[in-house]
């Protein structure tokens, strides 16, 4: 016989309440993927539709009206984009071999947990950066330019003119200003190196221009309504297991996106580039988590060891792409 007994499968687990801390804002470091965009609680069943309201119905009839005439019909449409969530996995095995011997049997099985916990915890999330990034900084989903000047070359290039260029577009397409820029970790080194960015700065101590001067600097024409900069510098390791460690970036590195999402989703109708639609767990300590963690026995398994699972479910469909744009800077 084998397989699991599902006798001994918990739907929680004492440490669960780990995993929430993985994901908070104390260990957020370079992970920006959880704070881009909101999660939408309208968006409640495993699958259905985000309706997006018909910007192609913004006609103007400026004929008057007359006291014997009817009002002109005011037409409206709706199409919509589906989403469906995604369940992803990952186990860590509570293996006796490797408690601590110089600790209570018991003990040395809560600190396994632990750190099964903080493993899968840092695993989803490098998981879900991945995902995430590879959805936002996609060339097929956002219209993609080159900059104007490669911002490498921070004597002439003209990075706030390229952002603008592209929240002018976003502007005439959906008659709304964009709100929020992500920079690849290249592009942001590039931006605050730029000539032209650090001549606009007066009595700035050493010369370095810190992020929320970033954002005040770029809020000009179309980006005046912009409220979030995020630098997209997290990293992964790209070899296999037993190899020497090699890191890269999850995020292009020379890319930059511009553009609108909503932060206060009040319905399943919605007008942004992208939307979150995830499902939260209540862990053993009572607090929404994105994670839901399990323990479990495997008949496979020597007595006494265990399989602690952690599972996210989610999906980011792009709800309209005119909302957002991308740029190249290199």
């Known amino acids: 016989m084998s397989g699991f007994n599902q006798d001994s499968i918990g739907v929680t687990v004492p440490v669960d309440s780990i995993a929430t801390g993985v994901w908070s804002e104390k260990t957020k470091q370079s992970f920006i993927a959880t704070d881009i965009v909101p999660r939408n609680p309208f968006l409640e069943l495993n699958e259905g539709k985000i309706f997006v309201a018909d910007n192609k119905r913004d006609v103007i009839n400026d004929k008057p009206t007359h006291a014997l005439q009817a009002a002109p019909q005011v037409n409206y449409s709706e199409s919509s984009v589906d989403y469906r969530r995604e369940k992803y996995r990952r186990s860590f095995n509570i293996n006796p071999s490797n408690y601590r011997k110089d600790l209570p049997v018991a003990l040395g099985k809560l ?18 950066e991945s995902i995430v990034a590879s959805k936002v900084f996609n060339t097929s989903n956002f219209n993609n330019t080159a900059a104007s000047v490669a911002w490498a070359t921070i004597a002439t290039a003209v990075p706030v003119t390229d952002l603008n260029t592209a929240g002018n577009l976003i502007k005439k397409a959906r ?47 179309s980006l005046e309504n912009l409220e979030y900069l995020y630098v997209a510098d997290a990293s992964y390791n790209t070899a296999n297991v037993g190899q020497a460690e090699s890191r890269s970036f999850i995020w292009t590195p020379t890319m930059v996106f511009i553009g609108y999402v909503e932060q206060s989703p009040n319905s399943e109708e919605m007008n942004t580039a992208f939307a979150l639609s995830s ?52």
């Open 279 to 330: 499902e939260l767990y209540t862990d053993s300590m009572g607090s929404n988590s994105p994670i839901k963690m399990r323990s479990y026995v495997n008949t496979e398994h020597e007595e006494g060891t265990e399989v602690l699972e952690g599972l996210i479910n989610f999906d980011l469909p792009i709800v309209d792409g005119a909302y957002g744009q991308l740029i190249t800077v290199t």
């Open 175 to 221: 008659s709304v200003k964009p709100n929020i820029v992500i920079m690849g970790a290249t592009a942001y080194s590039n931006f605050i190196s730029n000539a032209n960015v650090k001549a606009s700065i007066k009595n700035t101590e050493d010369a370095l221009v810190k992020r929320n001067r970033v954002l005040d600097l770029m809020r000009t024409d």
């Open 111 to 128: 600190k396994q947990q632990q750190a099964g916990a903080r493993v899968i915890g840092r695993n989803l999330r490098v998981l879900f």
